[in-house]
């Protein structure tokens, strides 16, 4: 790993002697990668589908042979996978069975502010708390995790992590791959010690975080028939990129963080940061059975694919997915800058680090924004991304440029490269209180305060 995945947590970090990744030897490919199991209602009404879900340790197994202590959601490393239908509201009741505060932030998600999972909103150790969603916006690869005030970086590094699917109305008819053939892919960064256990510190140089996790196994390998699949991939690590290609072969990217693109775009290597998702389609019908393809990333092999059967389909993604809402005309613009504070100690928003009791925007509902977003942090070469909670926003232009390949849909999370400049716009629609926005590499925003809220009023 370069220096461009090197990260300054504030100047302690250089007095810091740092552990290196001495997880168990396994060589690559060697493990299967599991799909995580769905989540069965536990009642349905006619209106909505209730759901319990604990949130507890468990010993997990990531590494064969080796039992790892993990936080989970209902006791696996990757919780279960929520189906959820667009129209169709959802609650689950979370029971807190860990020995300290947790939440859970339903990432992606158009939900009221009582169920958004802000920092100080938690569910006390013992506790419970049903948390509400509409599902009032279109399909989309969500994900749910912690996002408790200064725990959130540790609780989801050990594993407080999963996938909520929303199936859009608009899907049926695009003939995408589905059922098994449409797969949930987690990819993150662990690190661990020689017995298998979770090693976490927040001035971790993410350099030491070198186990690739896929669906919380280390390196694995899928077994896949020849035709297409939906791979919905995202980026759950608490820090660090994944630059990922198959060695040349097409990856047609269908959907990104708020769902379906306007129109596929055809993409060699799919850039995700920490938080973002990006949705493919990859044809194996032309792969002897019997062969793999490798999911590589710029720092190693992550994941095989090995296909071991014949399969058949009808044919690829239509040329139109899901136009674009047209875009209103913005009525506010709005500064967003990013930057290691001077003291090194914290990150800052606008020169300040989070404090929940500051409210640092006040946004009339419905009142369509642009926001332009700088990474100040040329000088140390400080990667940032960017997160808005409860809307997503298109991005307009990187520093007047067009935005990048795949960029074209909605989003809610946005990679700003150090010295450079992103706009975004959005409508903040519908829902009133308190929502955070911050850097979701995760060390940035909790422990080191990188995030901000907005109150959205009448
Ligand atoms: Cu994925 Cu505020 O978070
Ligand atoms: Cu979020
Ligand atoms: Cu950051």
Same mark, same amino acid.
């Given at each position: 790993?370069?220096?461009?995945?090197?990260?300054?947590?504030?100047?302690?970090?250089?007095?810091?002697?740092?552990?290196?990744?001495?997880?168990?030897?396994?060589?690559?490919?060697?493990?299967?990668?599991?799909?995580?199991?769905?989540?069965?209602?536990?009642?349905?009404?006619?209106?909505?589908?209730?759901?319990?879900?604990?949130?507890?340790?468990?010993?997990?197994?990531?590494?064969?042979?080796?039992?790892?202590?993990?936080?989970?959601?209902?006791?696996?490393?990757?919780?279960?996978?929520?189906?959820?239908?667009?129209?169709?509201?959802?609650?689950?009741?979370?029971?807190?069975?860990?020995?300290?505060?947790?939440?859970?932030?339903?990432?992606?998600?158009?939900?009221?502010?009582?169920?958004?999972?802000?920092?100080?909103?938690?569910?006390?150790?013992?506790?419970?708390?049903?948390?509400?969603?509409?599902?009032?916006?279109?399909?989309?690869?969500?994900?749910?995790?912690?996002?408790?005030?200064?725990?959130?970086?540790?609780?989801?590094?050990?594993?407080?992590?999963?996938?909520?699917?929303?199936?859009?109305?608009?899907?049926?008819?695009?003939?995408?791959?589905?059922?098994?053939?449409?797969?949930?892919?987690?990819?993150?960064?662990?690190?661990?010690?020689?017995?298998?256990?979770?090693?976490?510190?927040?001035?971790?140089?993410?350099?030491?975080?070198?186990? =690739?996790?896929? %669906? *919380?196994? !280390?390196?694995?390998?899928?077994? $896949?028939?020849? @035709?297409?699949? +939906?791979?919905?991939?995202?980026?759950?690590?608490?820090?660090?990129?994944?630059?990922?290609?198959?060695?040349?072969?097409?990856?047609?990217?269908?959907?990104?963080?708020?769902?379906?693109?306007?129109?596929?775009?055809?993409?060699?290597?799919?850039?995700?940061?920490?938080?973002?998702?990006?949705?493919?389609?990859?044809?194996?019908?032309?792969?002897?059975?019997?062969?793999?393809?490798?999911?590589?990333?710029?720092?190693?092999?992550?994941?095989?694919?090995?296909?071991?059967?014949?399969?058949?389909?009808?044919?690829?993604?239509?040329?139109?997915?899901?136009?674009?809402?047209?875009?209103?005309?913005?009525?506010?613009?709005?500064?967003?800058?990013?930057?290691?504070?001077?003291?090194?100690?914290? =990150?800052?928003? %606008? *020169?300040? !680090?989070?404090?929940?009791?500051? $409210?640092?925007? @006040?946004?009339? +509902?419905?009142?369509?924004?642009?926001?332009?977003?700088?990474?100040?942090?040329?000088?140390?070469?400080?990667?940032?991304?960017?997160?808005?909670?409860?809307?997503?926003?298109?991005?307009?232009?990187?520093?007047?440029?067009?935005?990048?390949?795949?960029?074209?849909?909605?989003?809610?999370?946005?990679?700003?490269?150090?010295?450079?400049?992103?706009?975004?716009?959005?409508?903040?629609?519908?829902?009133?209180?308190?929502?955070?926005?911050?850097?979701?590499?995760?060390?940035?925003?909790?422990?080191?305060?990188?995030?901000?809220?907005?109150?959205?009023?009448?």
């Amino acid at each position: 790993r370069n220096a461009t995945s090197h990260h300054h947590h504030g100047g302690k970090v250089t007095t810091r002697s740092v552990a290196a990744n001495a997880a168990p030897p396994l060589d690559p490919f060697s493990v299967p990668m599991p799909v995580p199991q769905v989540l069965r209602p536990s009642y349905r009404t006619s209106k909505l589908d209730q759901y319990v879900l604990d949130i507890q340790p468990a010993n997990v197994e990531i590494f064969p042979g080796f039992k790892t202590a993990a936080l989970t959601y209902g006791g696996t490393f990757v919780g279960p996978t929520i189906l959820a239908t667009e129209g169709r509201a959802i609650q689950i009741k979370y029971r807190n069975r860990l020995k300290e505060d947790a939440n859970v932030h339903l990432h992606g998600g158009h939900n009221p502010a009582s169920s958004d999972g802000h920092p100080m909103d938690v569910i006390p150790a013992g506790g419970s708390k049903v948390y509400t969603y509409p599902n009032r916006q279109p399909g989309a690869t969500l994900w749910y995790h912690d996002h408790v005030h200064h725990l959130e970086a540790e609780h989801v590094f050990r594993g407080l992590h999963g996938f909520y699917l929303l199936k859009g109305y608009d899907e049926a008819r695009l003939n995408l791959p589905s059922g098994e053939y449409d797969v949930p892919i987690m990819l993150r960064y662990g690190k661990f010690d020689e017995d298998g256990q979770i090693l976490f510190s927040p001035y971790d140089d993410v350099s030491t975080r070198t186990t =690739f996790l896929v %669906n *919380g196994r !280390p390196q694995p390998y899928f077994k $896949v028939a020849a @035709r297409r699949y +939906r791979f919905r991939l995202l980026n759950a690590s608490n820090h660090g990129d994944f630059k990922v290609n198959l060695g040349g072969r097409e990856m047609v990217q269908i959907a990104s963080d708020g769902g379906l693109l306007p129109a596929p775009v055809s993409r060699k290597e799919v850039l995700i940061t920490p938080g973002e998702r990006a949705e493919v389609v990859v044809d194996f019908s032309d792969v002897p059975v019997g062969s793999s393809v490798v999911l590589e990333s710029e720092w190693g092999p992550v994941m095989r694919f090995d296909v071991d059967r014949r399969g058949f389909d009808t044919g690829g993604p239509p040329a139109v997915l899901r136009p674009n809402p047209t875009l209103p005309k913005p009525t506010v613009e709005r500064e967003i800058r990013m930057q290691l504070s001077d003291d090194q100690q914290v =990150f800052w928003i %606008n *020169g300040k !680090p989070f404090d929940p009791d500051r $409210v640092d925007v @006040r946004i009339k +509902r419905g009142t369509t924004e642009v926001w332009r977003i700088y990474n100040d942090d040329s000088d140390w070469g400080i990667d940032h991304n960017f997160h808005l909670h409860m809307v997503r926003f298109r991005v307009l232009d990187r520093d007047g440029a067009p935005p990048w390949p795949g960029e074209s849909g909605l989003k809610d999370t946005v990679s700003v490269p150090p010295g450079t400049s992103v706009r975004v716009q959005a409508t903040f629609g519908e829902h009133l209180g308190r929502f955070v926005y911050h850097c979701h590499m995760m060390e940035h925003s909790g422990p080191f305060q990188m995030m901000a809220q907005m109150e959205i009023v009448q």
